[in-house]
């Protein structure tokens, strides 16, 4: 019998995506769970929204917020938390990476080690250095970056965040099974307990 | 000693706080936190954001899934939800009558009929006639609504909504314990939490 099968959407930029992408591995796995890591970008989904940035810039209030929500949600999870100076970061070339990398059987472990380079260690992902970096780090062959690079990847990252826009994605992280979508690094558990059920 | 406090600030028209008023009063008693609810009004607070309404009706996709998300809570929490044909509704006699109720015994308890009457039997709040019947299903004193529509009560809302914004608020429902800020029904029990350990 096929395992349930969970989508997970991230942004890079997206600091609750940072949550998930920590949490998620291990409870999935608990769960019984198949999930599928599709990274994709927001900023797309923003401007259509008529948004030029981050909710988080637009809003002061809700940033100053946001930031104190991350870390008192990171101390309670045990992750480390540092506030990078770049806030949305462009996450547009970790994203090509990713969704090399995901085809790694160590794809995951590259996410996690470019999340925790951005909102751990406050390094800012849009220099390839540190992409090159984490890709050295998790252990990925040197020449994921040039693939990443290819037409056919970026393409392919298009696509994946038109089919985000298509299926109601509004925001980051995002789960869905089927049709039926879960919002929010809160919704993470919901989202696997659906999964299971069907 | 005193019981640890916290303020609990909600806005009629929201449909998570919907959630917060129905689930509060016994979470709070177990915690042995207590509350004081400060009905105040969003309107102004989206309208400092840019907002002419809610951002469920500005932003269709949002709107969209928190609908959905609002019945799967509901089910999971076993509360009554019927999506009102008005929304958002216009709160505006709700939070002045509540602000009158909660200084009687029974005030909590007209708040949660009130948001019943709007997200578990699809009533319009803004109707003077459904907030006369939620009084007196509460058992309310009849001259409540009169007291409510006085000037001096008129500017208290006023002024607690001036507080909200004051204290960072930028939706509802929210929860403060002194300056530590906590936002949605999401983080109803981590807010809990906090105020048992300060």
Redesign the interface.
Known sequence: MPRPAMTFWFEFASTYSYLSVMRLPAMARAAGVSVRWRPFLLGPIFAA?GWSTSPFTL?P??G??MW??MA?RCA?LGLDFARPAQFPANGLLAARVAQVALTHPRGETFCQTVFGAQFAEARDIADPVVIADCAARTGLPADMIEIARSDTNKAALRATTDAAAQQ????APSFTIGD?????D??LE?ALAHAQRI
Do not use: I
Request: aromatic share 22%.
């Open positions: 929204q809003y209030a809700k100053a917020y104190r929500d008192r309670e109601g994605l509004f925001g039926e979508l879960f919002w929010g809160d919704r919901a």
